[in-house]
């Protein structure tokens, strides 16, 4: 398994625009697809986007157009450009490292702690 570490959550406002930072420990890294998931509060945890191993990259249609999901592996760190945000992306974001790309939380063996994210109207 691989250590995560998220970083750059915050407060914004609404168009505003985050980059969330996922940091990895470990030197299989290249060999992990990555995943981003969210969750507001109440609800459950949702798949946002992810990445595989070679850089292919999936999103939930709700972020489509305004999240970029990429990786640089020479960095052991995969990142989440938000752009154009909503008051409804408000939610704790979540990094994940799994064998094989994926869109479900089971697929998913390794977490880090979080990052909080919110967008004022």
């Known amino acids: 398994q691989v250590q995560l570490v998220e970083s750059g959550g915050g407060l914004v406002q609404a168009g505003g625009s985050l980059r969330l930072s996922c940091a990895a420990s470990?030197?299989?890294?290249?060999?992990?697809?990555m995943g981003w998931f969210r969750q507001a509060p109440g609800k459950e945890r949702d798949f946002v986007a992810a990445?595989?191993?070679?850089?292919?990259?999936y999103y939930v249609d709700s972020v489509k157009g305004r999240f970029t999901i990429s990786r640089d592996n020479a960095k052991n760190t995969v990142y989440l450009q938000m752009n154009s945000l909503k008051p409804e992306d408000t939610a704790v974001y979540f990094c994940?490292?799994?064998?094989?790309?994926?869109?479900?939380?089971?697929?998913?063996?390794?977490w880090g702690q979080g990052t909080q994210v919110t967008v004022s109207s």
């Open positions: 470990g030197r299989t890294f290249s060999s992990y697809a």
């Open positions: 994940a490292a799994a064998p094989r790309v994926g869109r479900g939380l089971y697929e998913y063996h390794s």
């Open positions: 990445i595989s191993w070679s850089g292919d990259t």
